[in-house]
C-alpha cells in the first residue's frame, strides 16, 4: 500500500541532545513532502517542507529518494520542541484506495 | 483572528442525531480540507475543495457524510444518523493552489462526542 509512516510513536530526549524523527514513504511519483507539528493546545501547523530546504526553528529534513526516506532533525533540541509532529504527503498525491493520509504522528517530549 | 475558524468546537450529540460544522477558511484561499483525528491518528483526508468544487471525496466518507462549500467560501460537514465511531475530532484546512505553494492552514477543529 502507499503511504507515509512513522514508526516512532514517542521520542523521549534531553535538552540539548540530538533528535531524529523518522518518515519513510511508499508511494510511487515525485515525493513532496512535508513536516508539521502541534503544540500543546494549539492548532496543526506547517514546520517545514522539502522543496524549500530550509531549516526552521533548527530542524531540517532531507529527502533520501534512494531509501524512500524524509527524516526530520535537530541536533540540539530544546524544552519547546516537545509536540507532536506529522509527517505528511501533499494532498494531490493520490495514494492507494483513495486514502490521502498523514503519518500517525511521533510525540517529541524534550526533558530538562 | 484571520485563520482558519472552526465552529462549534465542541459538539456532543446522540447515536443517530444529524450533526452539522462550519469552517471559515482564510479569506483568499481557494482550497478547503476536511479532516478526520481519532486519538493517537494522524489527521485522515476526508474531502477537498477547490473554490466550490468539491474534487476529491476519500472512502473514509460515507453516505452519511457530506459537504459543501456552496459559494467558494465556507463550508459545512454533515453528518446524519451520527454513530458512536464519528466520535473525532474534525479538521478544517485552507490553501492558496498557487505554483509552488500548497501549505495548509488548519483550524482547531470540532471535537464530536457521540453518545
Known amino acids: 500500500a502507499q503511504r507515509v509512516t512513522q514508526p516512532e510513536k514517542l521520542l523521549s530526549v534531553f535538552k540539548g541532545a540530538p533528535v531524529e524523527l523518522k518518515c519513510n514513504y511508499s508511494?510511487?511519483?515525485?515525493?513532496?513532502l512535508f513536516w508539521y507539528v502541534q503544540y500543546s493546545r494549539q492548532r496543526l501547523q506547517l514546520l517545514l517542507r522539502?522543496?524549500s530546504r530550509e531549516s526552521i526553528k533548527g530542524f531540517t529534513a532531507d529527502l533520501n529518494k534512494g531509501e524512500t526516506s524524509f527524516h526530520l532533525k535537530k541536533p540540539f533540541a530544546q524544552e519547546e520542541d516537545s509536540a507532536m509532529y506529522y509527517c505528511?504527503?501533499?494532498?494531490?498525491?493520490?495514494?492507494?484506495?483513495?486514502?490521502?493520509?498523514f503519518g500517525g504522528g511521533t510525540r517529541v517530549l524534550v526533558k530538562p | 483572528d484571520t485563520g482558519v475558524s472552526q465552529n462549534p468546537r465542541h459538539k456532543i450529540t446522540k447515536r443517530g442525531q444529524n450533526v452539522t460544522f462550519r469552517c471559515d477558511p482564510i479569506s483568499e484561499h481557494n482550497r478547503l480540507y476536511w479532516y478526520r483525528q481519532t486519538l493517537g491518528q494522524g489527521p485522515e483526508f476526508l474531502t477537498y475543495f477547490q473554490n466550490e468544487a468539491q474534487l476529491e471525496k476519500s472512502r473514509l466518507l460515507s453516505d452519511r457524510f457530506s459537504a459543501e462549500r456552496p459559494k467558494g467560501s465556507f463550508s459545512t460537514l454533515e453528518i446524519q444518523r451520527t454513530e458512536q465511531g464519528d466520535s473525532a475530532m474534525y479538521l478544517c484546512?485552507?490553501?492558496?493552489?498557487?505554483?509552488?505553494?500548497?501549505?495548509?492552514?488548519f483550524g482547531a477543529g470540532t471535537r464530536l462526542s457521540v453518545l
Open positions: 484546512a485552507s490553501s492558496l493552489d498557487r505554483q509552488g505553494e500548497n501549505i495548509q492552514y
Open positions: 522539502h522543496i
Open positions: 508511494y510511487s511519483g515525485s515525493p513532496e
Open positions: 505528511a504527503p501533499p494532498i494531490m498525491i493520490k495514494a492507494a484506495g483513495n486514502k490521502l493520509t
